[in-house]
């Protein structure tokens, strides 16, 4: 089985800071890591993803995650936000095992961005 | 890159009318298609796993006989939401995936679906 695990379902930022969003993952197989955004009313956008080869994933809008296997982590980064930034994030994983295909999300973190 | 299309964006249907979303793959052939709900402030649920032309898998807890799923063709899945009753009320969204490499799925910008 997998699971995701969001520390934290609301982040609070002012603009120009840093943004740290944590997770936190569980597999029985090598996993693939995934950041989606999702804008109000909106269904989700691909921010990055990690599957093999360099563990520091650069993605867009300036995002960037490191997949850290003895931590089992996926934290992801953003060293100045944006307010267009505001939005919720969610980490999800997907196996090669029995879940096949699946994603697992983990419950999202919504990121606020103070001007 | 690769387009979902999710129709409509809204519906409002009365109690025990049927619902039925459209999902289509723009640019690619979608061998699976998943549908997810999505409840105010919280996560995507998986409902089901369609591939084209066999039965969608449901996951446990989502009864098939009221959330039909049909995934005719390699670019069109559909959810049908039969009988509707305020507590279907919810967003749903549907993602599709080529079925090649990291098998990435491209999500619709999903269906708001108020049952009055």
């Known amino acids: 089985a997998q699971s995701v695990t969001q520390l934290g379902s609301h982040v609070s930022v002012s603009e120009g800071a840093l943004v740290l969003l944590r997770c936190n993952y569980s597999s029985s197989v090598p996993p693939y890591l995934f950041w989606y955004v999702q804008y109000p009313n909106q269904g989700l956008q691909l921010l990055l993803k990690?599957?093999?080869?360099?563990?520091l994933v650069k993605g867009i809008n300036g995002f960037e995650a490191e997949f850290k296997k003895s931590e089992t982590s996926f934290h992801l980064t953003k060293p100045s936000a944006h307010m267009s930034d505001a939005a919720e994030y969610f980490c999800?994983?997907?196996?090669?095992?029995?879940?096949?295909?699946?994603?697992?999300f983990g419950g999202g973190t919504r990121v606020l961005v103070k001007p | 890159g690769a387009v979902v299309s999710q129709h409509p964006s809204w519906v409002i249907c009365k109690s025990g009318t049927s619902v039925k979303i459209e999902c289509r793959s723009l640019?690619?052939?979608?061998?699976?298609m998943f549908w997810y709900r999505q409840f105010p402030k919280q996560s995507l649920m998986l409902m089901a796993t369609?591939?084209?032309?066999?039965?969608?898998?449901?996951e446990q807890g989502v009864e098939k006989d009221k959330f039909l799923i049909n995934h005719a063709s390699l670019t069109l899945s559909t959810l049908t939401v039969t009988s509707a009753h305020p507590e279907d009320s919810s967003f749903y969204i549907c993602?599709?995936?080529?079925?090649?490499?990291?098998?990435?799925?491209?999500f619709g910008q999903g269906t708001r679906l108020t049952v009055v």
């Open positions: 990690y599957t093999t080869g360099a563990t």
């Open positions: 993602s599709a995936s080529s079925g090649r490499g990291v098998n990435e799925a491209f």
């Open positions: 369609s591939n084209e032309g066999s039965k969608a898998t449901y």
């Open positions: 999800a994983v997907k196996g090669m095992g029995a879940a096949g295909n699946k994603l697992t």
């Open positions: 640019d690619f052939q979608a061998t699976t």
